[in-house]
Nanobody, 124 residues
């Protein structure tokens, strides 16, 4: 079992930056992938970014590549998502997820564990 807790969500203006954190606990994360997804009202959950814990290899959705950065914080057993140039359409609940040996990193069904989410609101 892996417990995930996200924090850092806030209300920001278009063009602002924001950093989200996801703290993991419960077991070692060797072979695990940790990812970020987001879900806006009335829409499907959307892949944002993921990172392989062992290799630090990042993966990004096309819509965020170049603006968002996912990275590990080894000291805190956590990952963070640095978001820049946020747009109103990116208003959503942002979820952290994890799972072992994930091949299809952009599929929500690939992940076994989910956090409760943190709200990000981007005003125009």
């Amino acid at each position: 079992q892996v417990q995930l807790v996200e924090f850092g969500g806030d209300l920001v203006q278009a063009g602002d930056s924001l950093r989200l954190f996801c703290a993991a606990s419960g077991r070692a994360l060797d072979t695990y992938t940790l990812g970020w997804f987001r879900q806006a009202p009335g829409k499907d959950r959307e892949f944002v970014a993921a990172i392989e814990w062992d290799s630090d290899t990042p993966y990004y959705a096309k819509s965020v590549k170049g603006r968002f950065t996912i990275a590990k914080d080894n000291a805190r057993n956590a990952i963070y998502l640095q978001m820049k140039s946020l747009q109103p359409k990116e208003t959503a609940i942002y979820y952290c997820a994890s799972g072992p040996l994930i091949s299809w990193k952009s599929l929500p069904s690939s992940y076994d564990y989910w956090g409760q989410g943190t709200q990000v609101n981007v005003s125009s």
